[in-house]
T-cell receptor
């Protein structure tokens, strides 16, 4: 099956710093990737859709200048949380779209901002 | 709207069968997915339904009725490791998936 990796799996940073999260499709090419965040005991909230070679499409209410997304190749998308604050602490999950619009998820990144 | 409804929590007994229902608005429907998510982990794909009927995969089966906007996930011979959240997700004709709130299933001995 399709494998998606995410790095780092866990990060702790100080308020005001920026954090970059990488999402890679390991055994297939993903023209479309998605970024989600999930708060405890809640479902996934889509932040943005990342298409290779073009600008990401952000969901309503998601600040594009705060959550920078770059999909530089068919196997890599990155999410940078700029000037992170404690309220940005969450579980960030990426996924890659398959041929039937199914999504294969990475293992997630737990971000804690102190 | 594209509301997807599923029960918030369910409890079932080890060795038994449980059915988790999901209803959705039918306009634009283009496929339904079930995912399993253990606490602190990412979702894993369980099943995909785009035509009416039952899809069986080992202990897990998923059913779809497009006219009724209804699906269920059936888990048989429940094991303790099946305690997890089960997410129903629908594709409404674009590249995105819309997720339900998830059903937190607890298996008791």
């Amino acid at each position: 099956g399709a494998v998606v990796s995410q790095h780092p799996s866990r990060v702790i940073c100080k308020s005001g710093t920026s954090v970059k999260i990488e999402c890679r499709s390991l055994d297939f090419q993903a023209t479309t990737m998605f970024w989600y965040r999930q708060f405890p005991k809640q479902s996934l909230m889509l932040m943005a859709t990342s298409n290779e070679g073009s600008k990401a499409t952000y969901e309503q209410g998601v600040e594009k200048d705060k959550f920078l997304i770059n999909h530089a190749s068919l196997t890599l998308s990155t999410l940078t949380v700029t000037s992170a604050h404690p309220e940005d602490s969450s579980f960030y999950i990426c996924s890659a779209r398959g041929g039937y619009n199914e999504q294969f998820f990475g293992p997630g990144t737990r971000l804690t901002v102190l | 709207g594209q509301n997807i409804d599923q029960p918030t929590e369910m409890t079932a007994t080890e060795g038994a069968i449980v059915q988790i229902n999901c209803t959705y608005q039918t306009s634009g429907f283009n496929g339904l997915f079930w995912y399993q998510q253990h606490a602190g982990e990412a979702p894993t794909f369980l099943s995909y339904n785009v035509l009416d009927g039952l899809e069986e995969k080992g202990r897990f089966s998923s059913f779809l009725s497009r006219s009724k906007g209804y699906s269920y996930l059936l888990l048989k011979e429940l094991q303790m490791k099946d305690s997890a959240s089960y997410l129903c997700a629908v594709n409404f004709g674009n590249e995105k998936l819309t997720f339900g709130t998830g059903t937190r299933l607890t298996i008791i001995p």
